[in-house]
């Protein structure tokens, strides 16, 4: 994907194909088929997040990268606590893993993005 100012667009079209094609799984009530696409999806997001993360490491100034290095930390720890948090709400029912691993996908989604955006805004 180009740096010209479309890499969001781009990722947002190419991830749209992905879910997509998990949100029959997603929308089947089956929780094994809705975890299993929370996981895939998440995966494909994840992949994102890495490129996006690499590419910023490569073009932003010494100082910002240790910046964007520590916020990224934060952010990896404080996923775990929100998608934790989420699967609390099911009462250790069945419904906990599709909580977490929805919640997963969609914070791993978000931050992909907000990455993505933050690459753009390069010059």
Same mark, same amino acid.
């Given at each position: 994907?180009?740096s !010209? ?5 781009? /990722? ?6 992905? #879910? +997509?094609?998990?949100?029959?799984? /997603?929308?089947?009530?089956?929780t094994? +088929?809705?975890?299993?696409? !929370?996981? #895939? ?9 890495n ?6 490491? +490569? %073009?932003?100034?010494n100082?910002?990268? #240790? =910046?964007?290095k520590?916020?990224? %930390?934060?952010w990896? =720890? !404080?996923?775990e606590?929100? *998608?934790? #948090?989420?699967?609390?709400e *099911?009462?250790?029912?069945?419904? *906990? ?12 989604? !978000?931050?992909?993005? +907000? ?6 805004? /390069?010059?």
């Amino acid at each position: 994907m180009a740096s !010209n100012g479309n890499y969001t667009k781009e /990722l947002k079209a190419k991830m749209k194909k992905v #879910e +997509e094609r998990l949100q029959s799984k /997603l929308d089947s009530g089956v929780t094994s +088929e809705m975890v299993n696409a !929370n996981d #895939e999806l998440y995966k494909a997001w994840d992949v994102e997040l890495n490129k996006v993360y690499k590419l910023l490491m +490569e %073009r932003l100034p010494n100082g910002e990268k #240790e =910046k964007l290095k520590n916020t990224q %930390r934060a952010w990896v =720890k !404080n996923k775990e606590v929100k *998608a934790n #948090e989420a699967a609390k709400e *099911a009462e250790g029912g069945t419904l *906990a893993n599709v909580l977490y691993s929805g919640t997963i996908a969609d914070l791993i989604k !978000n931050r992909t993005i +907000e990455l993505a955006k933050m690459y753009d805004d /390069l010059k």
